[in-house]
């Protein structure tokens, strides 16, 4: 399997941009995609993006035109370019990896946080 460390939280006042990378170590080989999902206090937590090993995306509908996902090839480090932020966009983002190892696996990483606040 796979362990995730993402990087690039913060504080960002409304309009703003922010860029969320994370990086994946272990069986590399091993990951089908990646991606970033959210949770907000009270909320669920939501998809944000997903890459896939072959390069598709796949995105919320509330981030669609303002996110964009990438990832290197083959995958391990996939970033989160987020811009005109709202304070809607405010949560905790996990990194997300999916693959198969002797079985399938999820695996996330510990989050980190974005404020869009101003």
């Known amino acids: 399997q796979v362990q995730l460390v993402e990087s690039g939280g913060g504080l960002v006042q409304p309009g703003g941009s922010l860029r969320l990378s994370c990086a994946a170590s272990g069986v590399i080989s091993s990951i089908r995609s990646m991606g970033w999902y959210r949770q907000a206090p009270g909320k669920q937590r939501e998809l944000v993006a997903a890459i896939s090993r072959s390069g598709s995306t796949n995105y919320g509908d509330s981030v669609k035109g303002r996110f964009t996902i990438a990832g290197d090839n083959p995958l391990t480090t996939v970033y989160l370019l987020m811009n005109v932020l709202n304070p809607e966009d405010t949560a905790a983002y996990y990194c997300?990896?999916?693959?198969?190892?002797?079985?399938?696996?999820?695996?996330w990483g510990q989050g980190t946080q974005v404020t869009v606040s101003s």
């Open positions: 997300n990896a999916e693959g198969h190892y002797y079985g399938s696996y999820t695996s």
